[in-house]
């Protein structure tokens, strides 16, 4: 480092929308993403500060039940869905029966003229359904402080463009893949599933980034199955 203290981003104020850039372009899209990282950011602060509450009434010999905001809040802890396991059990089953892969689970090779068209229409449901354009570009420290310390292996929408493009171009010219080109479609799948982790890592679960990546991943089986019949691709 050259030793600079680094500025601390300002917080978003009631004011905010009428301090806001211009709508459109990248500086629109980090303008989102500045307020939602900060948003996150005061919450976990909020959260740090109940817990200290609750260590010191534990240390007092008090009994103390957490609030129901503070319950579950913080990085990397998963959120419970509604339902329960049996039902998500039950519909991971009905995937698996009828020839598709359910949440979580590998995708079928697909024909290697295929994998590449697969692997695009994929990536344009996910531009698609980031409306917030959370996952198109690389988060950044000042959008987000010291993600490159928490987050290790980022990923984004991006990224998985030029992938797919390198699967392309290598399907095209018969040539070993690299690490700039995608192997298979399932590695897509997994691209999509670690930028869905980072972001639940990150952020506390009220955040936006957080609840968008729950969606991203809850949906990825269902854009698998409709960019493969597009292409004409069933699975037994």
Known sequence: GSGRARATPPRRSASAEDEAPPSGGRASRRARKRVSYEEQESDFADAFDEDEDEDENASDGEDFSPSPRARGRGRGRKRKRSGGLK??????????????????????????DKEAKVCERIIEELIGLDEDELFLEPVTDEVAPSYSQIVLHPVCILDMQHKAKGLKRRRARRRSGSGDAYAGVDDLR???????DNARLYNTENA????????????LPNLFRSACEEEGITFA
């Open 190 to 196: 997994r691209d999509v599933e670690l930028m869905c």
């Open 208 to 219: 936006l980034a957080y609840t968008a990546a729950n969606g991203l991943s809850e949906a």
């Open 87 to 112: 039902e998500e059990d039950d519909a991971e089953n009905a995937v698996g029966e009828s020839g598709w892969p359910g949440p979580g689970e590998a995708w079928p090779d697909v024909p290697e």
